[in-house]
């Protein structure tokens, strides 16, 4: 015969919802174990490279709504820039036009390679259009390396230009890279040579 406790319940009642309240308080201690294993945390995000072997970067003064273009040209290759996006080995990846479809508040554009081979590389600016009375423009050419897919890149080059007129291009750095796709910094010049009009 079921007994009353002190409280006027039926001992079973409470030996149930003590029961239940044990398993409850035993699956939620489970799943709180588990939820670490359930999603492993993935490597940081900082921890991934960059792409590219040669990178070169442009960037001018945010403010200012002018399109600045960046061509660049690996050796055996065919110029890169704003109407040839790709080549065997550069690529550009941003292609800025100033304040147009912009949400970044950055005036900047960047190609990589995909190896470094040997022989000369030309960089070039070009300006494209920028409003009145904002010349002469000021851009920031950079270029950087990285010798090893995993190490960061490593700033080889790096002068800020002035670009007095719409249309002109200027040859900011023409430098080489050895066999072994080491900077050669006794190679560096700016020697104009047109890259828009260059046709392989």
Known sequence: ???????????????????????????????????????????????IASPGNVVVEI?????????????????????????????????????????????????????YSRGRPAGEYTVNLHLYKAPPGTLPLEVTVMVSLKTDPQAQALRVLGKTFEIGHVGDEITCFRFQLDDDGQFLSASVHDLPRSLRSARK
Request: proline content about 6%; charged content about 20%.
């Open 1 to 47: 015969m079921a007994t009353l406790d002190d409280y006027g319940e039926d001992s079973s009642t409470t030996v149930f919802r003590d029961v239940i309240f044990l398993a409850l308080a035993g699956f939620v201690a489970v799943v709180m174990m588990l939820l670490p294993h359930l999603n492993p945390p993935t490597k940081a995000e900082q921890d």
């Open 59 to 111: 960037v001018w003064p945010a403010e200012i709504n002018a399109d600045v273009d960046l061509w660049v040209e690996a050796p055996g290759d065919m110029p890169v820039g704003y109407s040839n996006k790709g080549g065997r080995i550069f690529n550009l990846l941003r292609d800025d036009l100033g304040f147009f479809q912009d949400v970044s508040n950055i005036n900047y554009e960047v190609s």
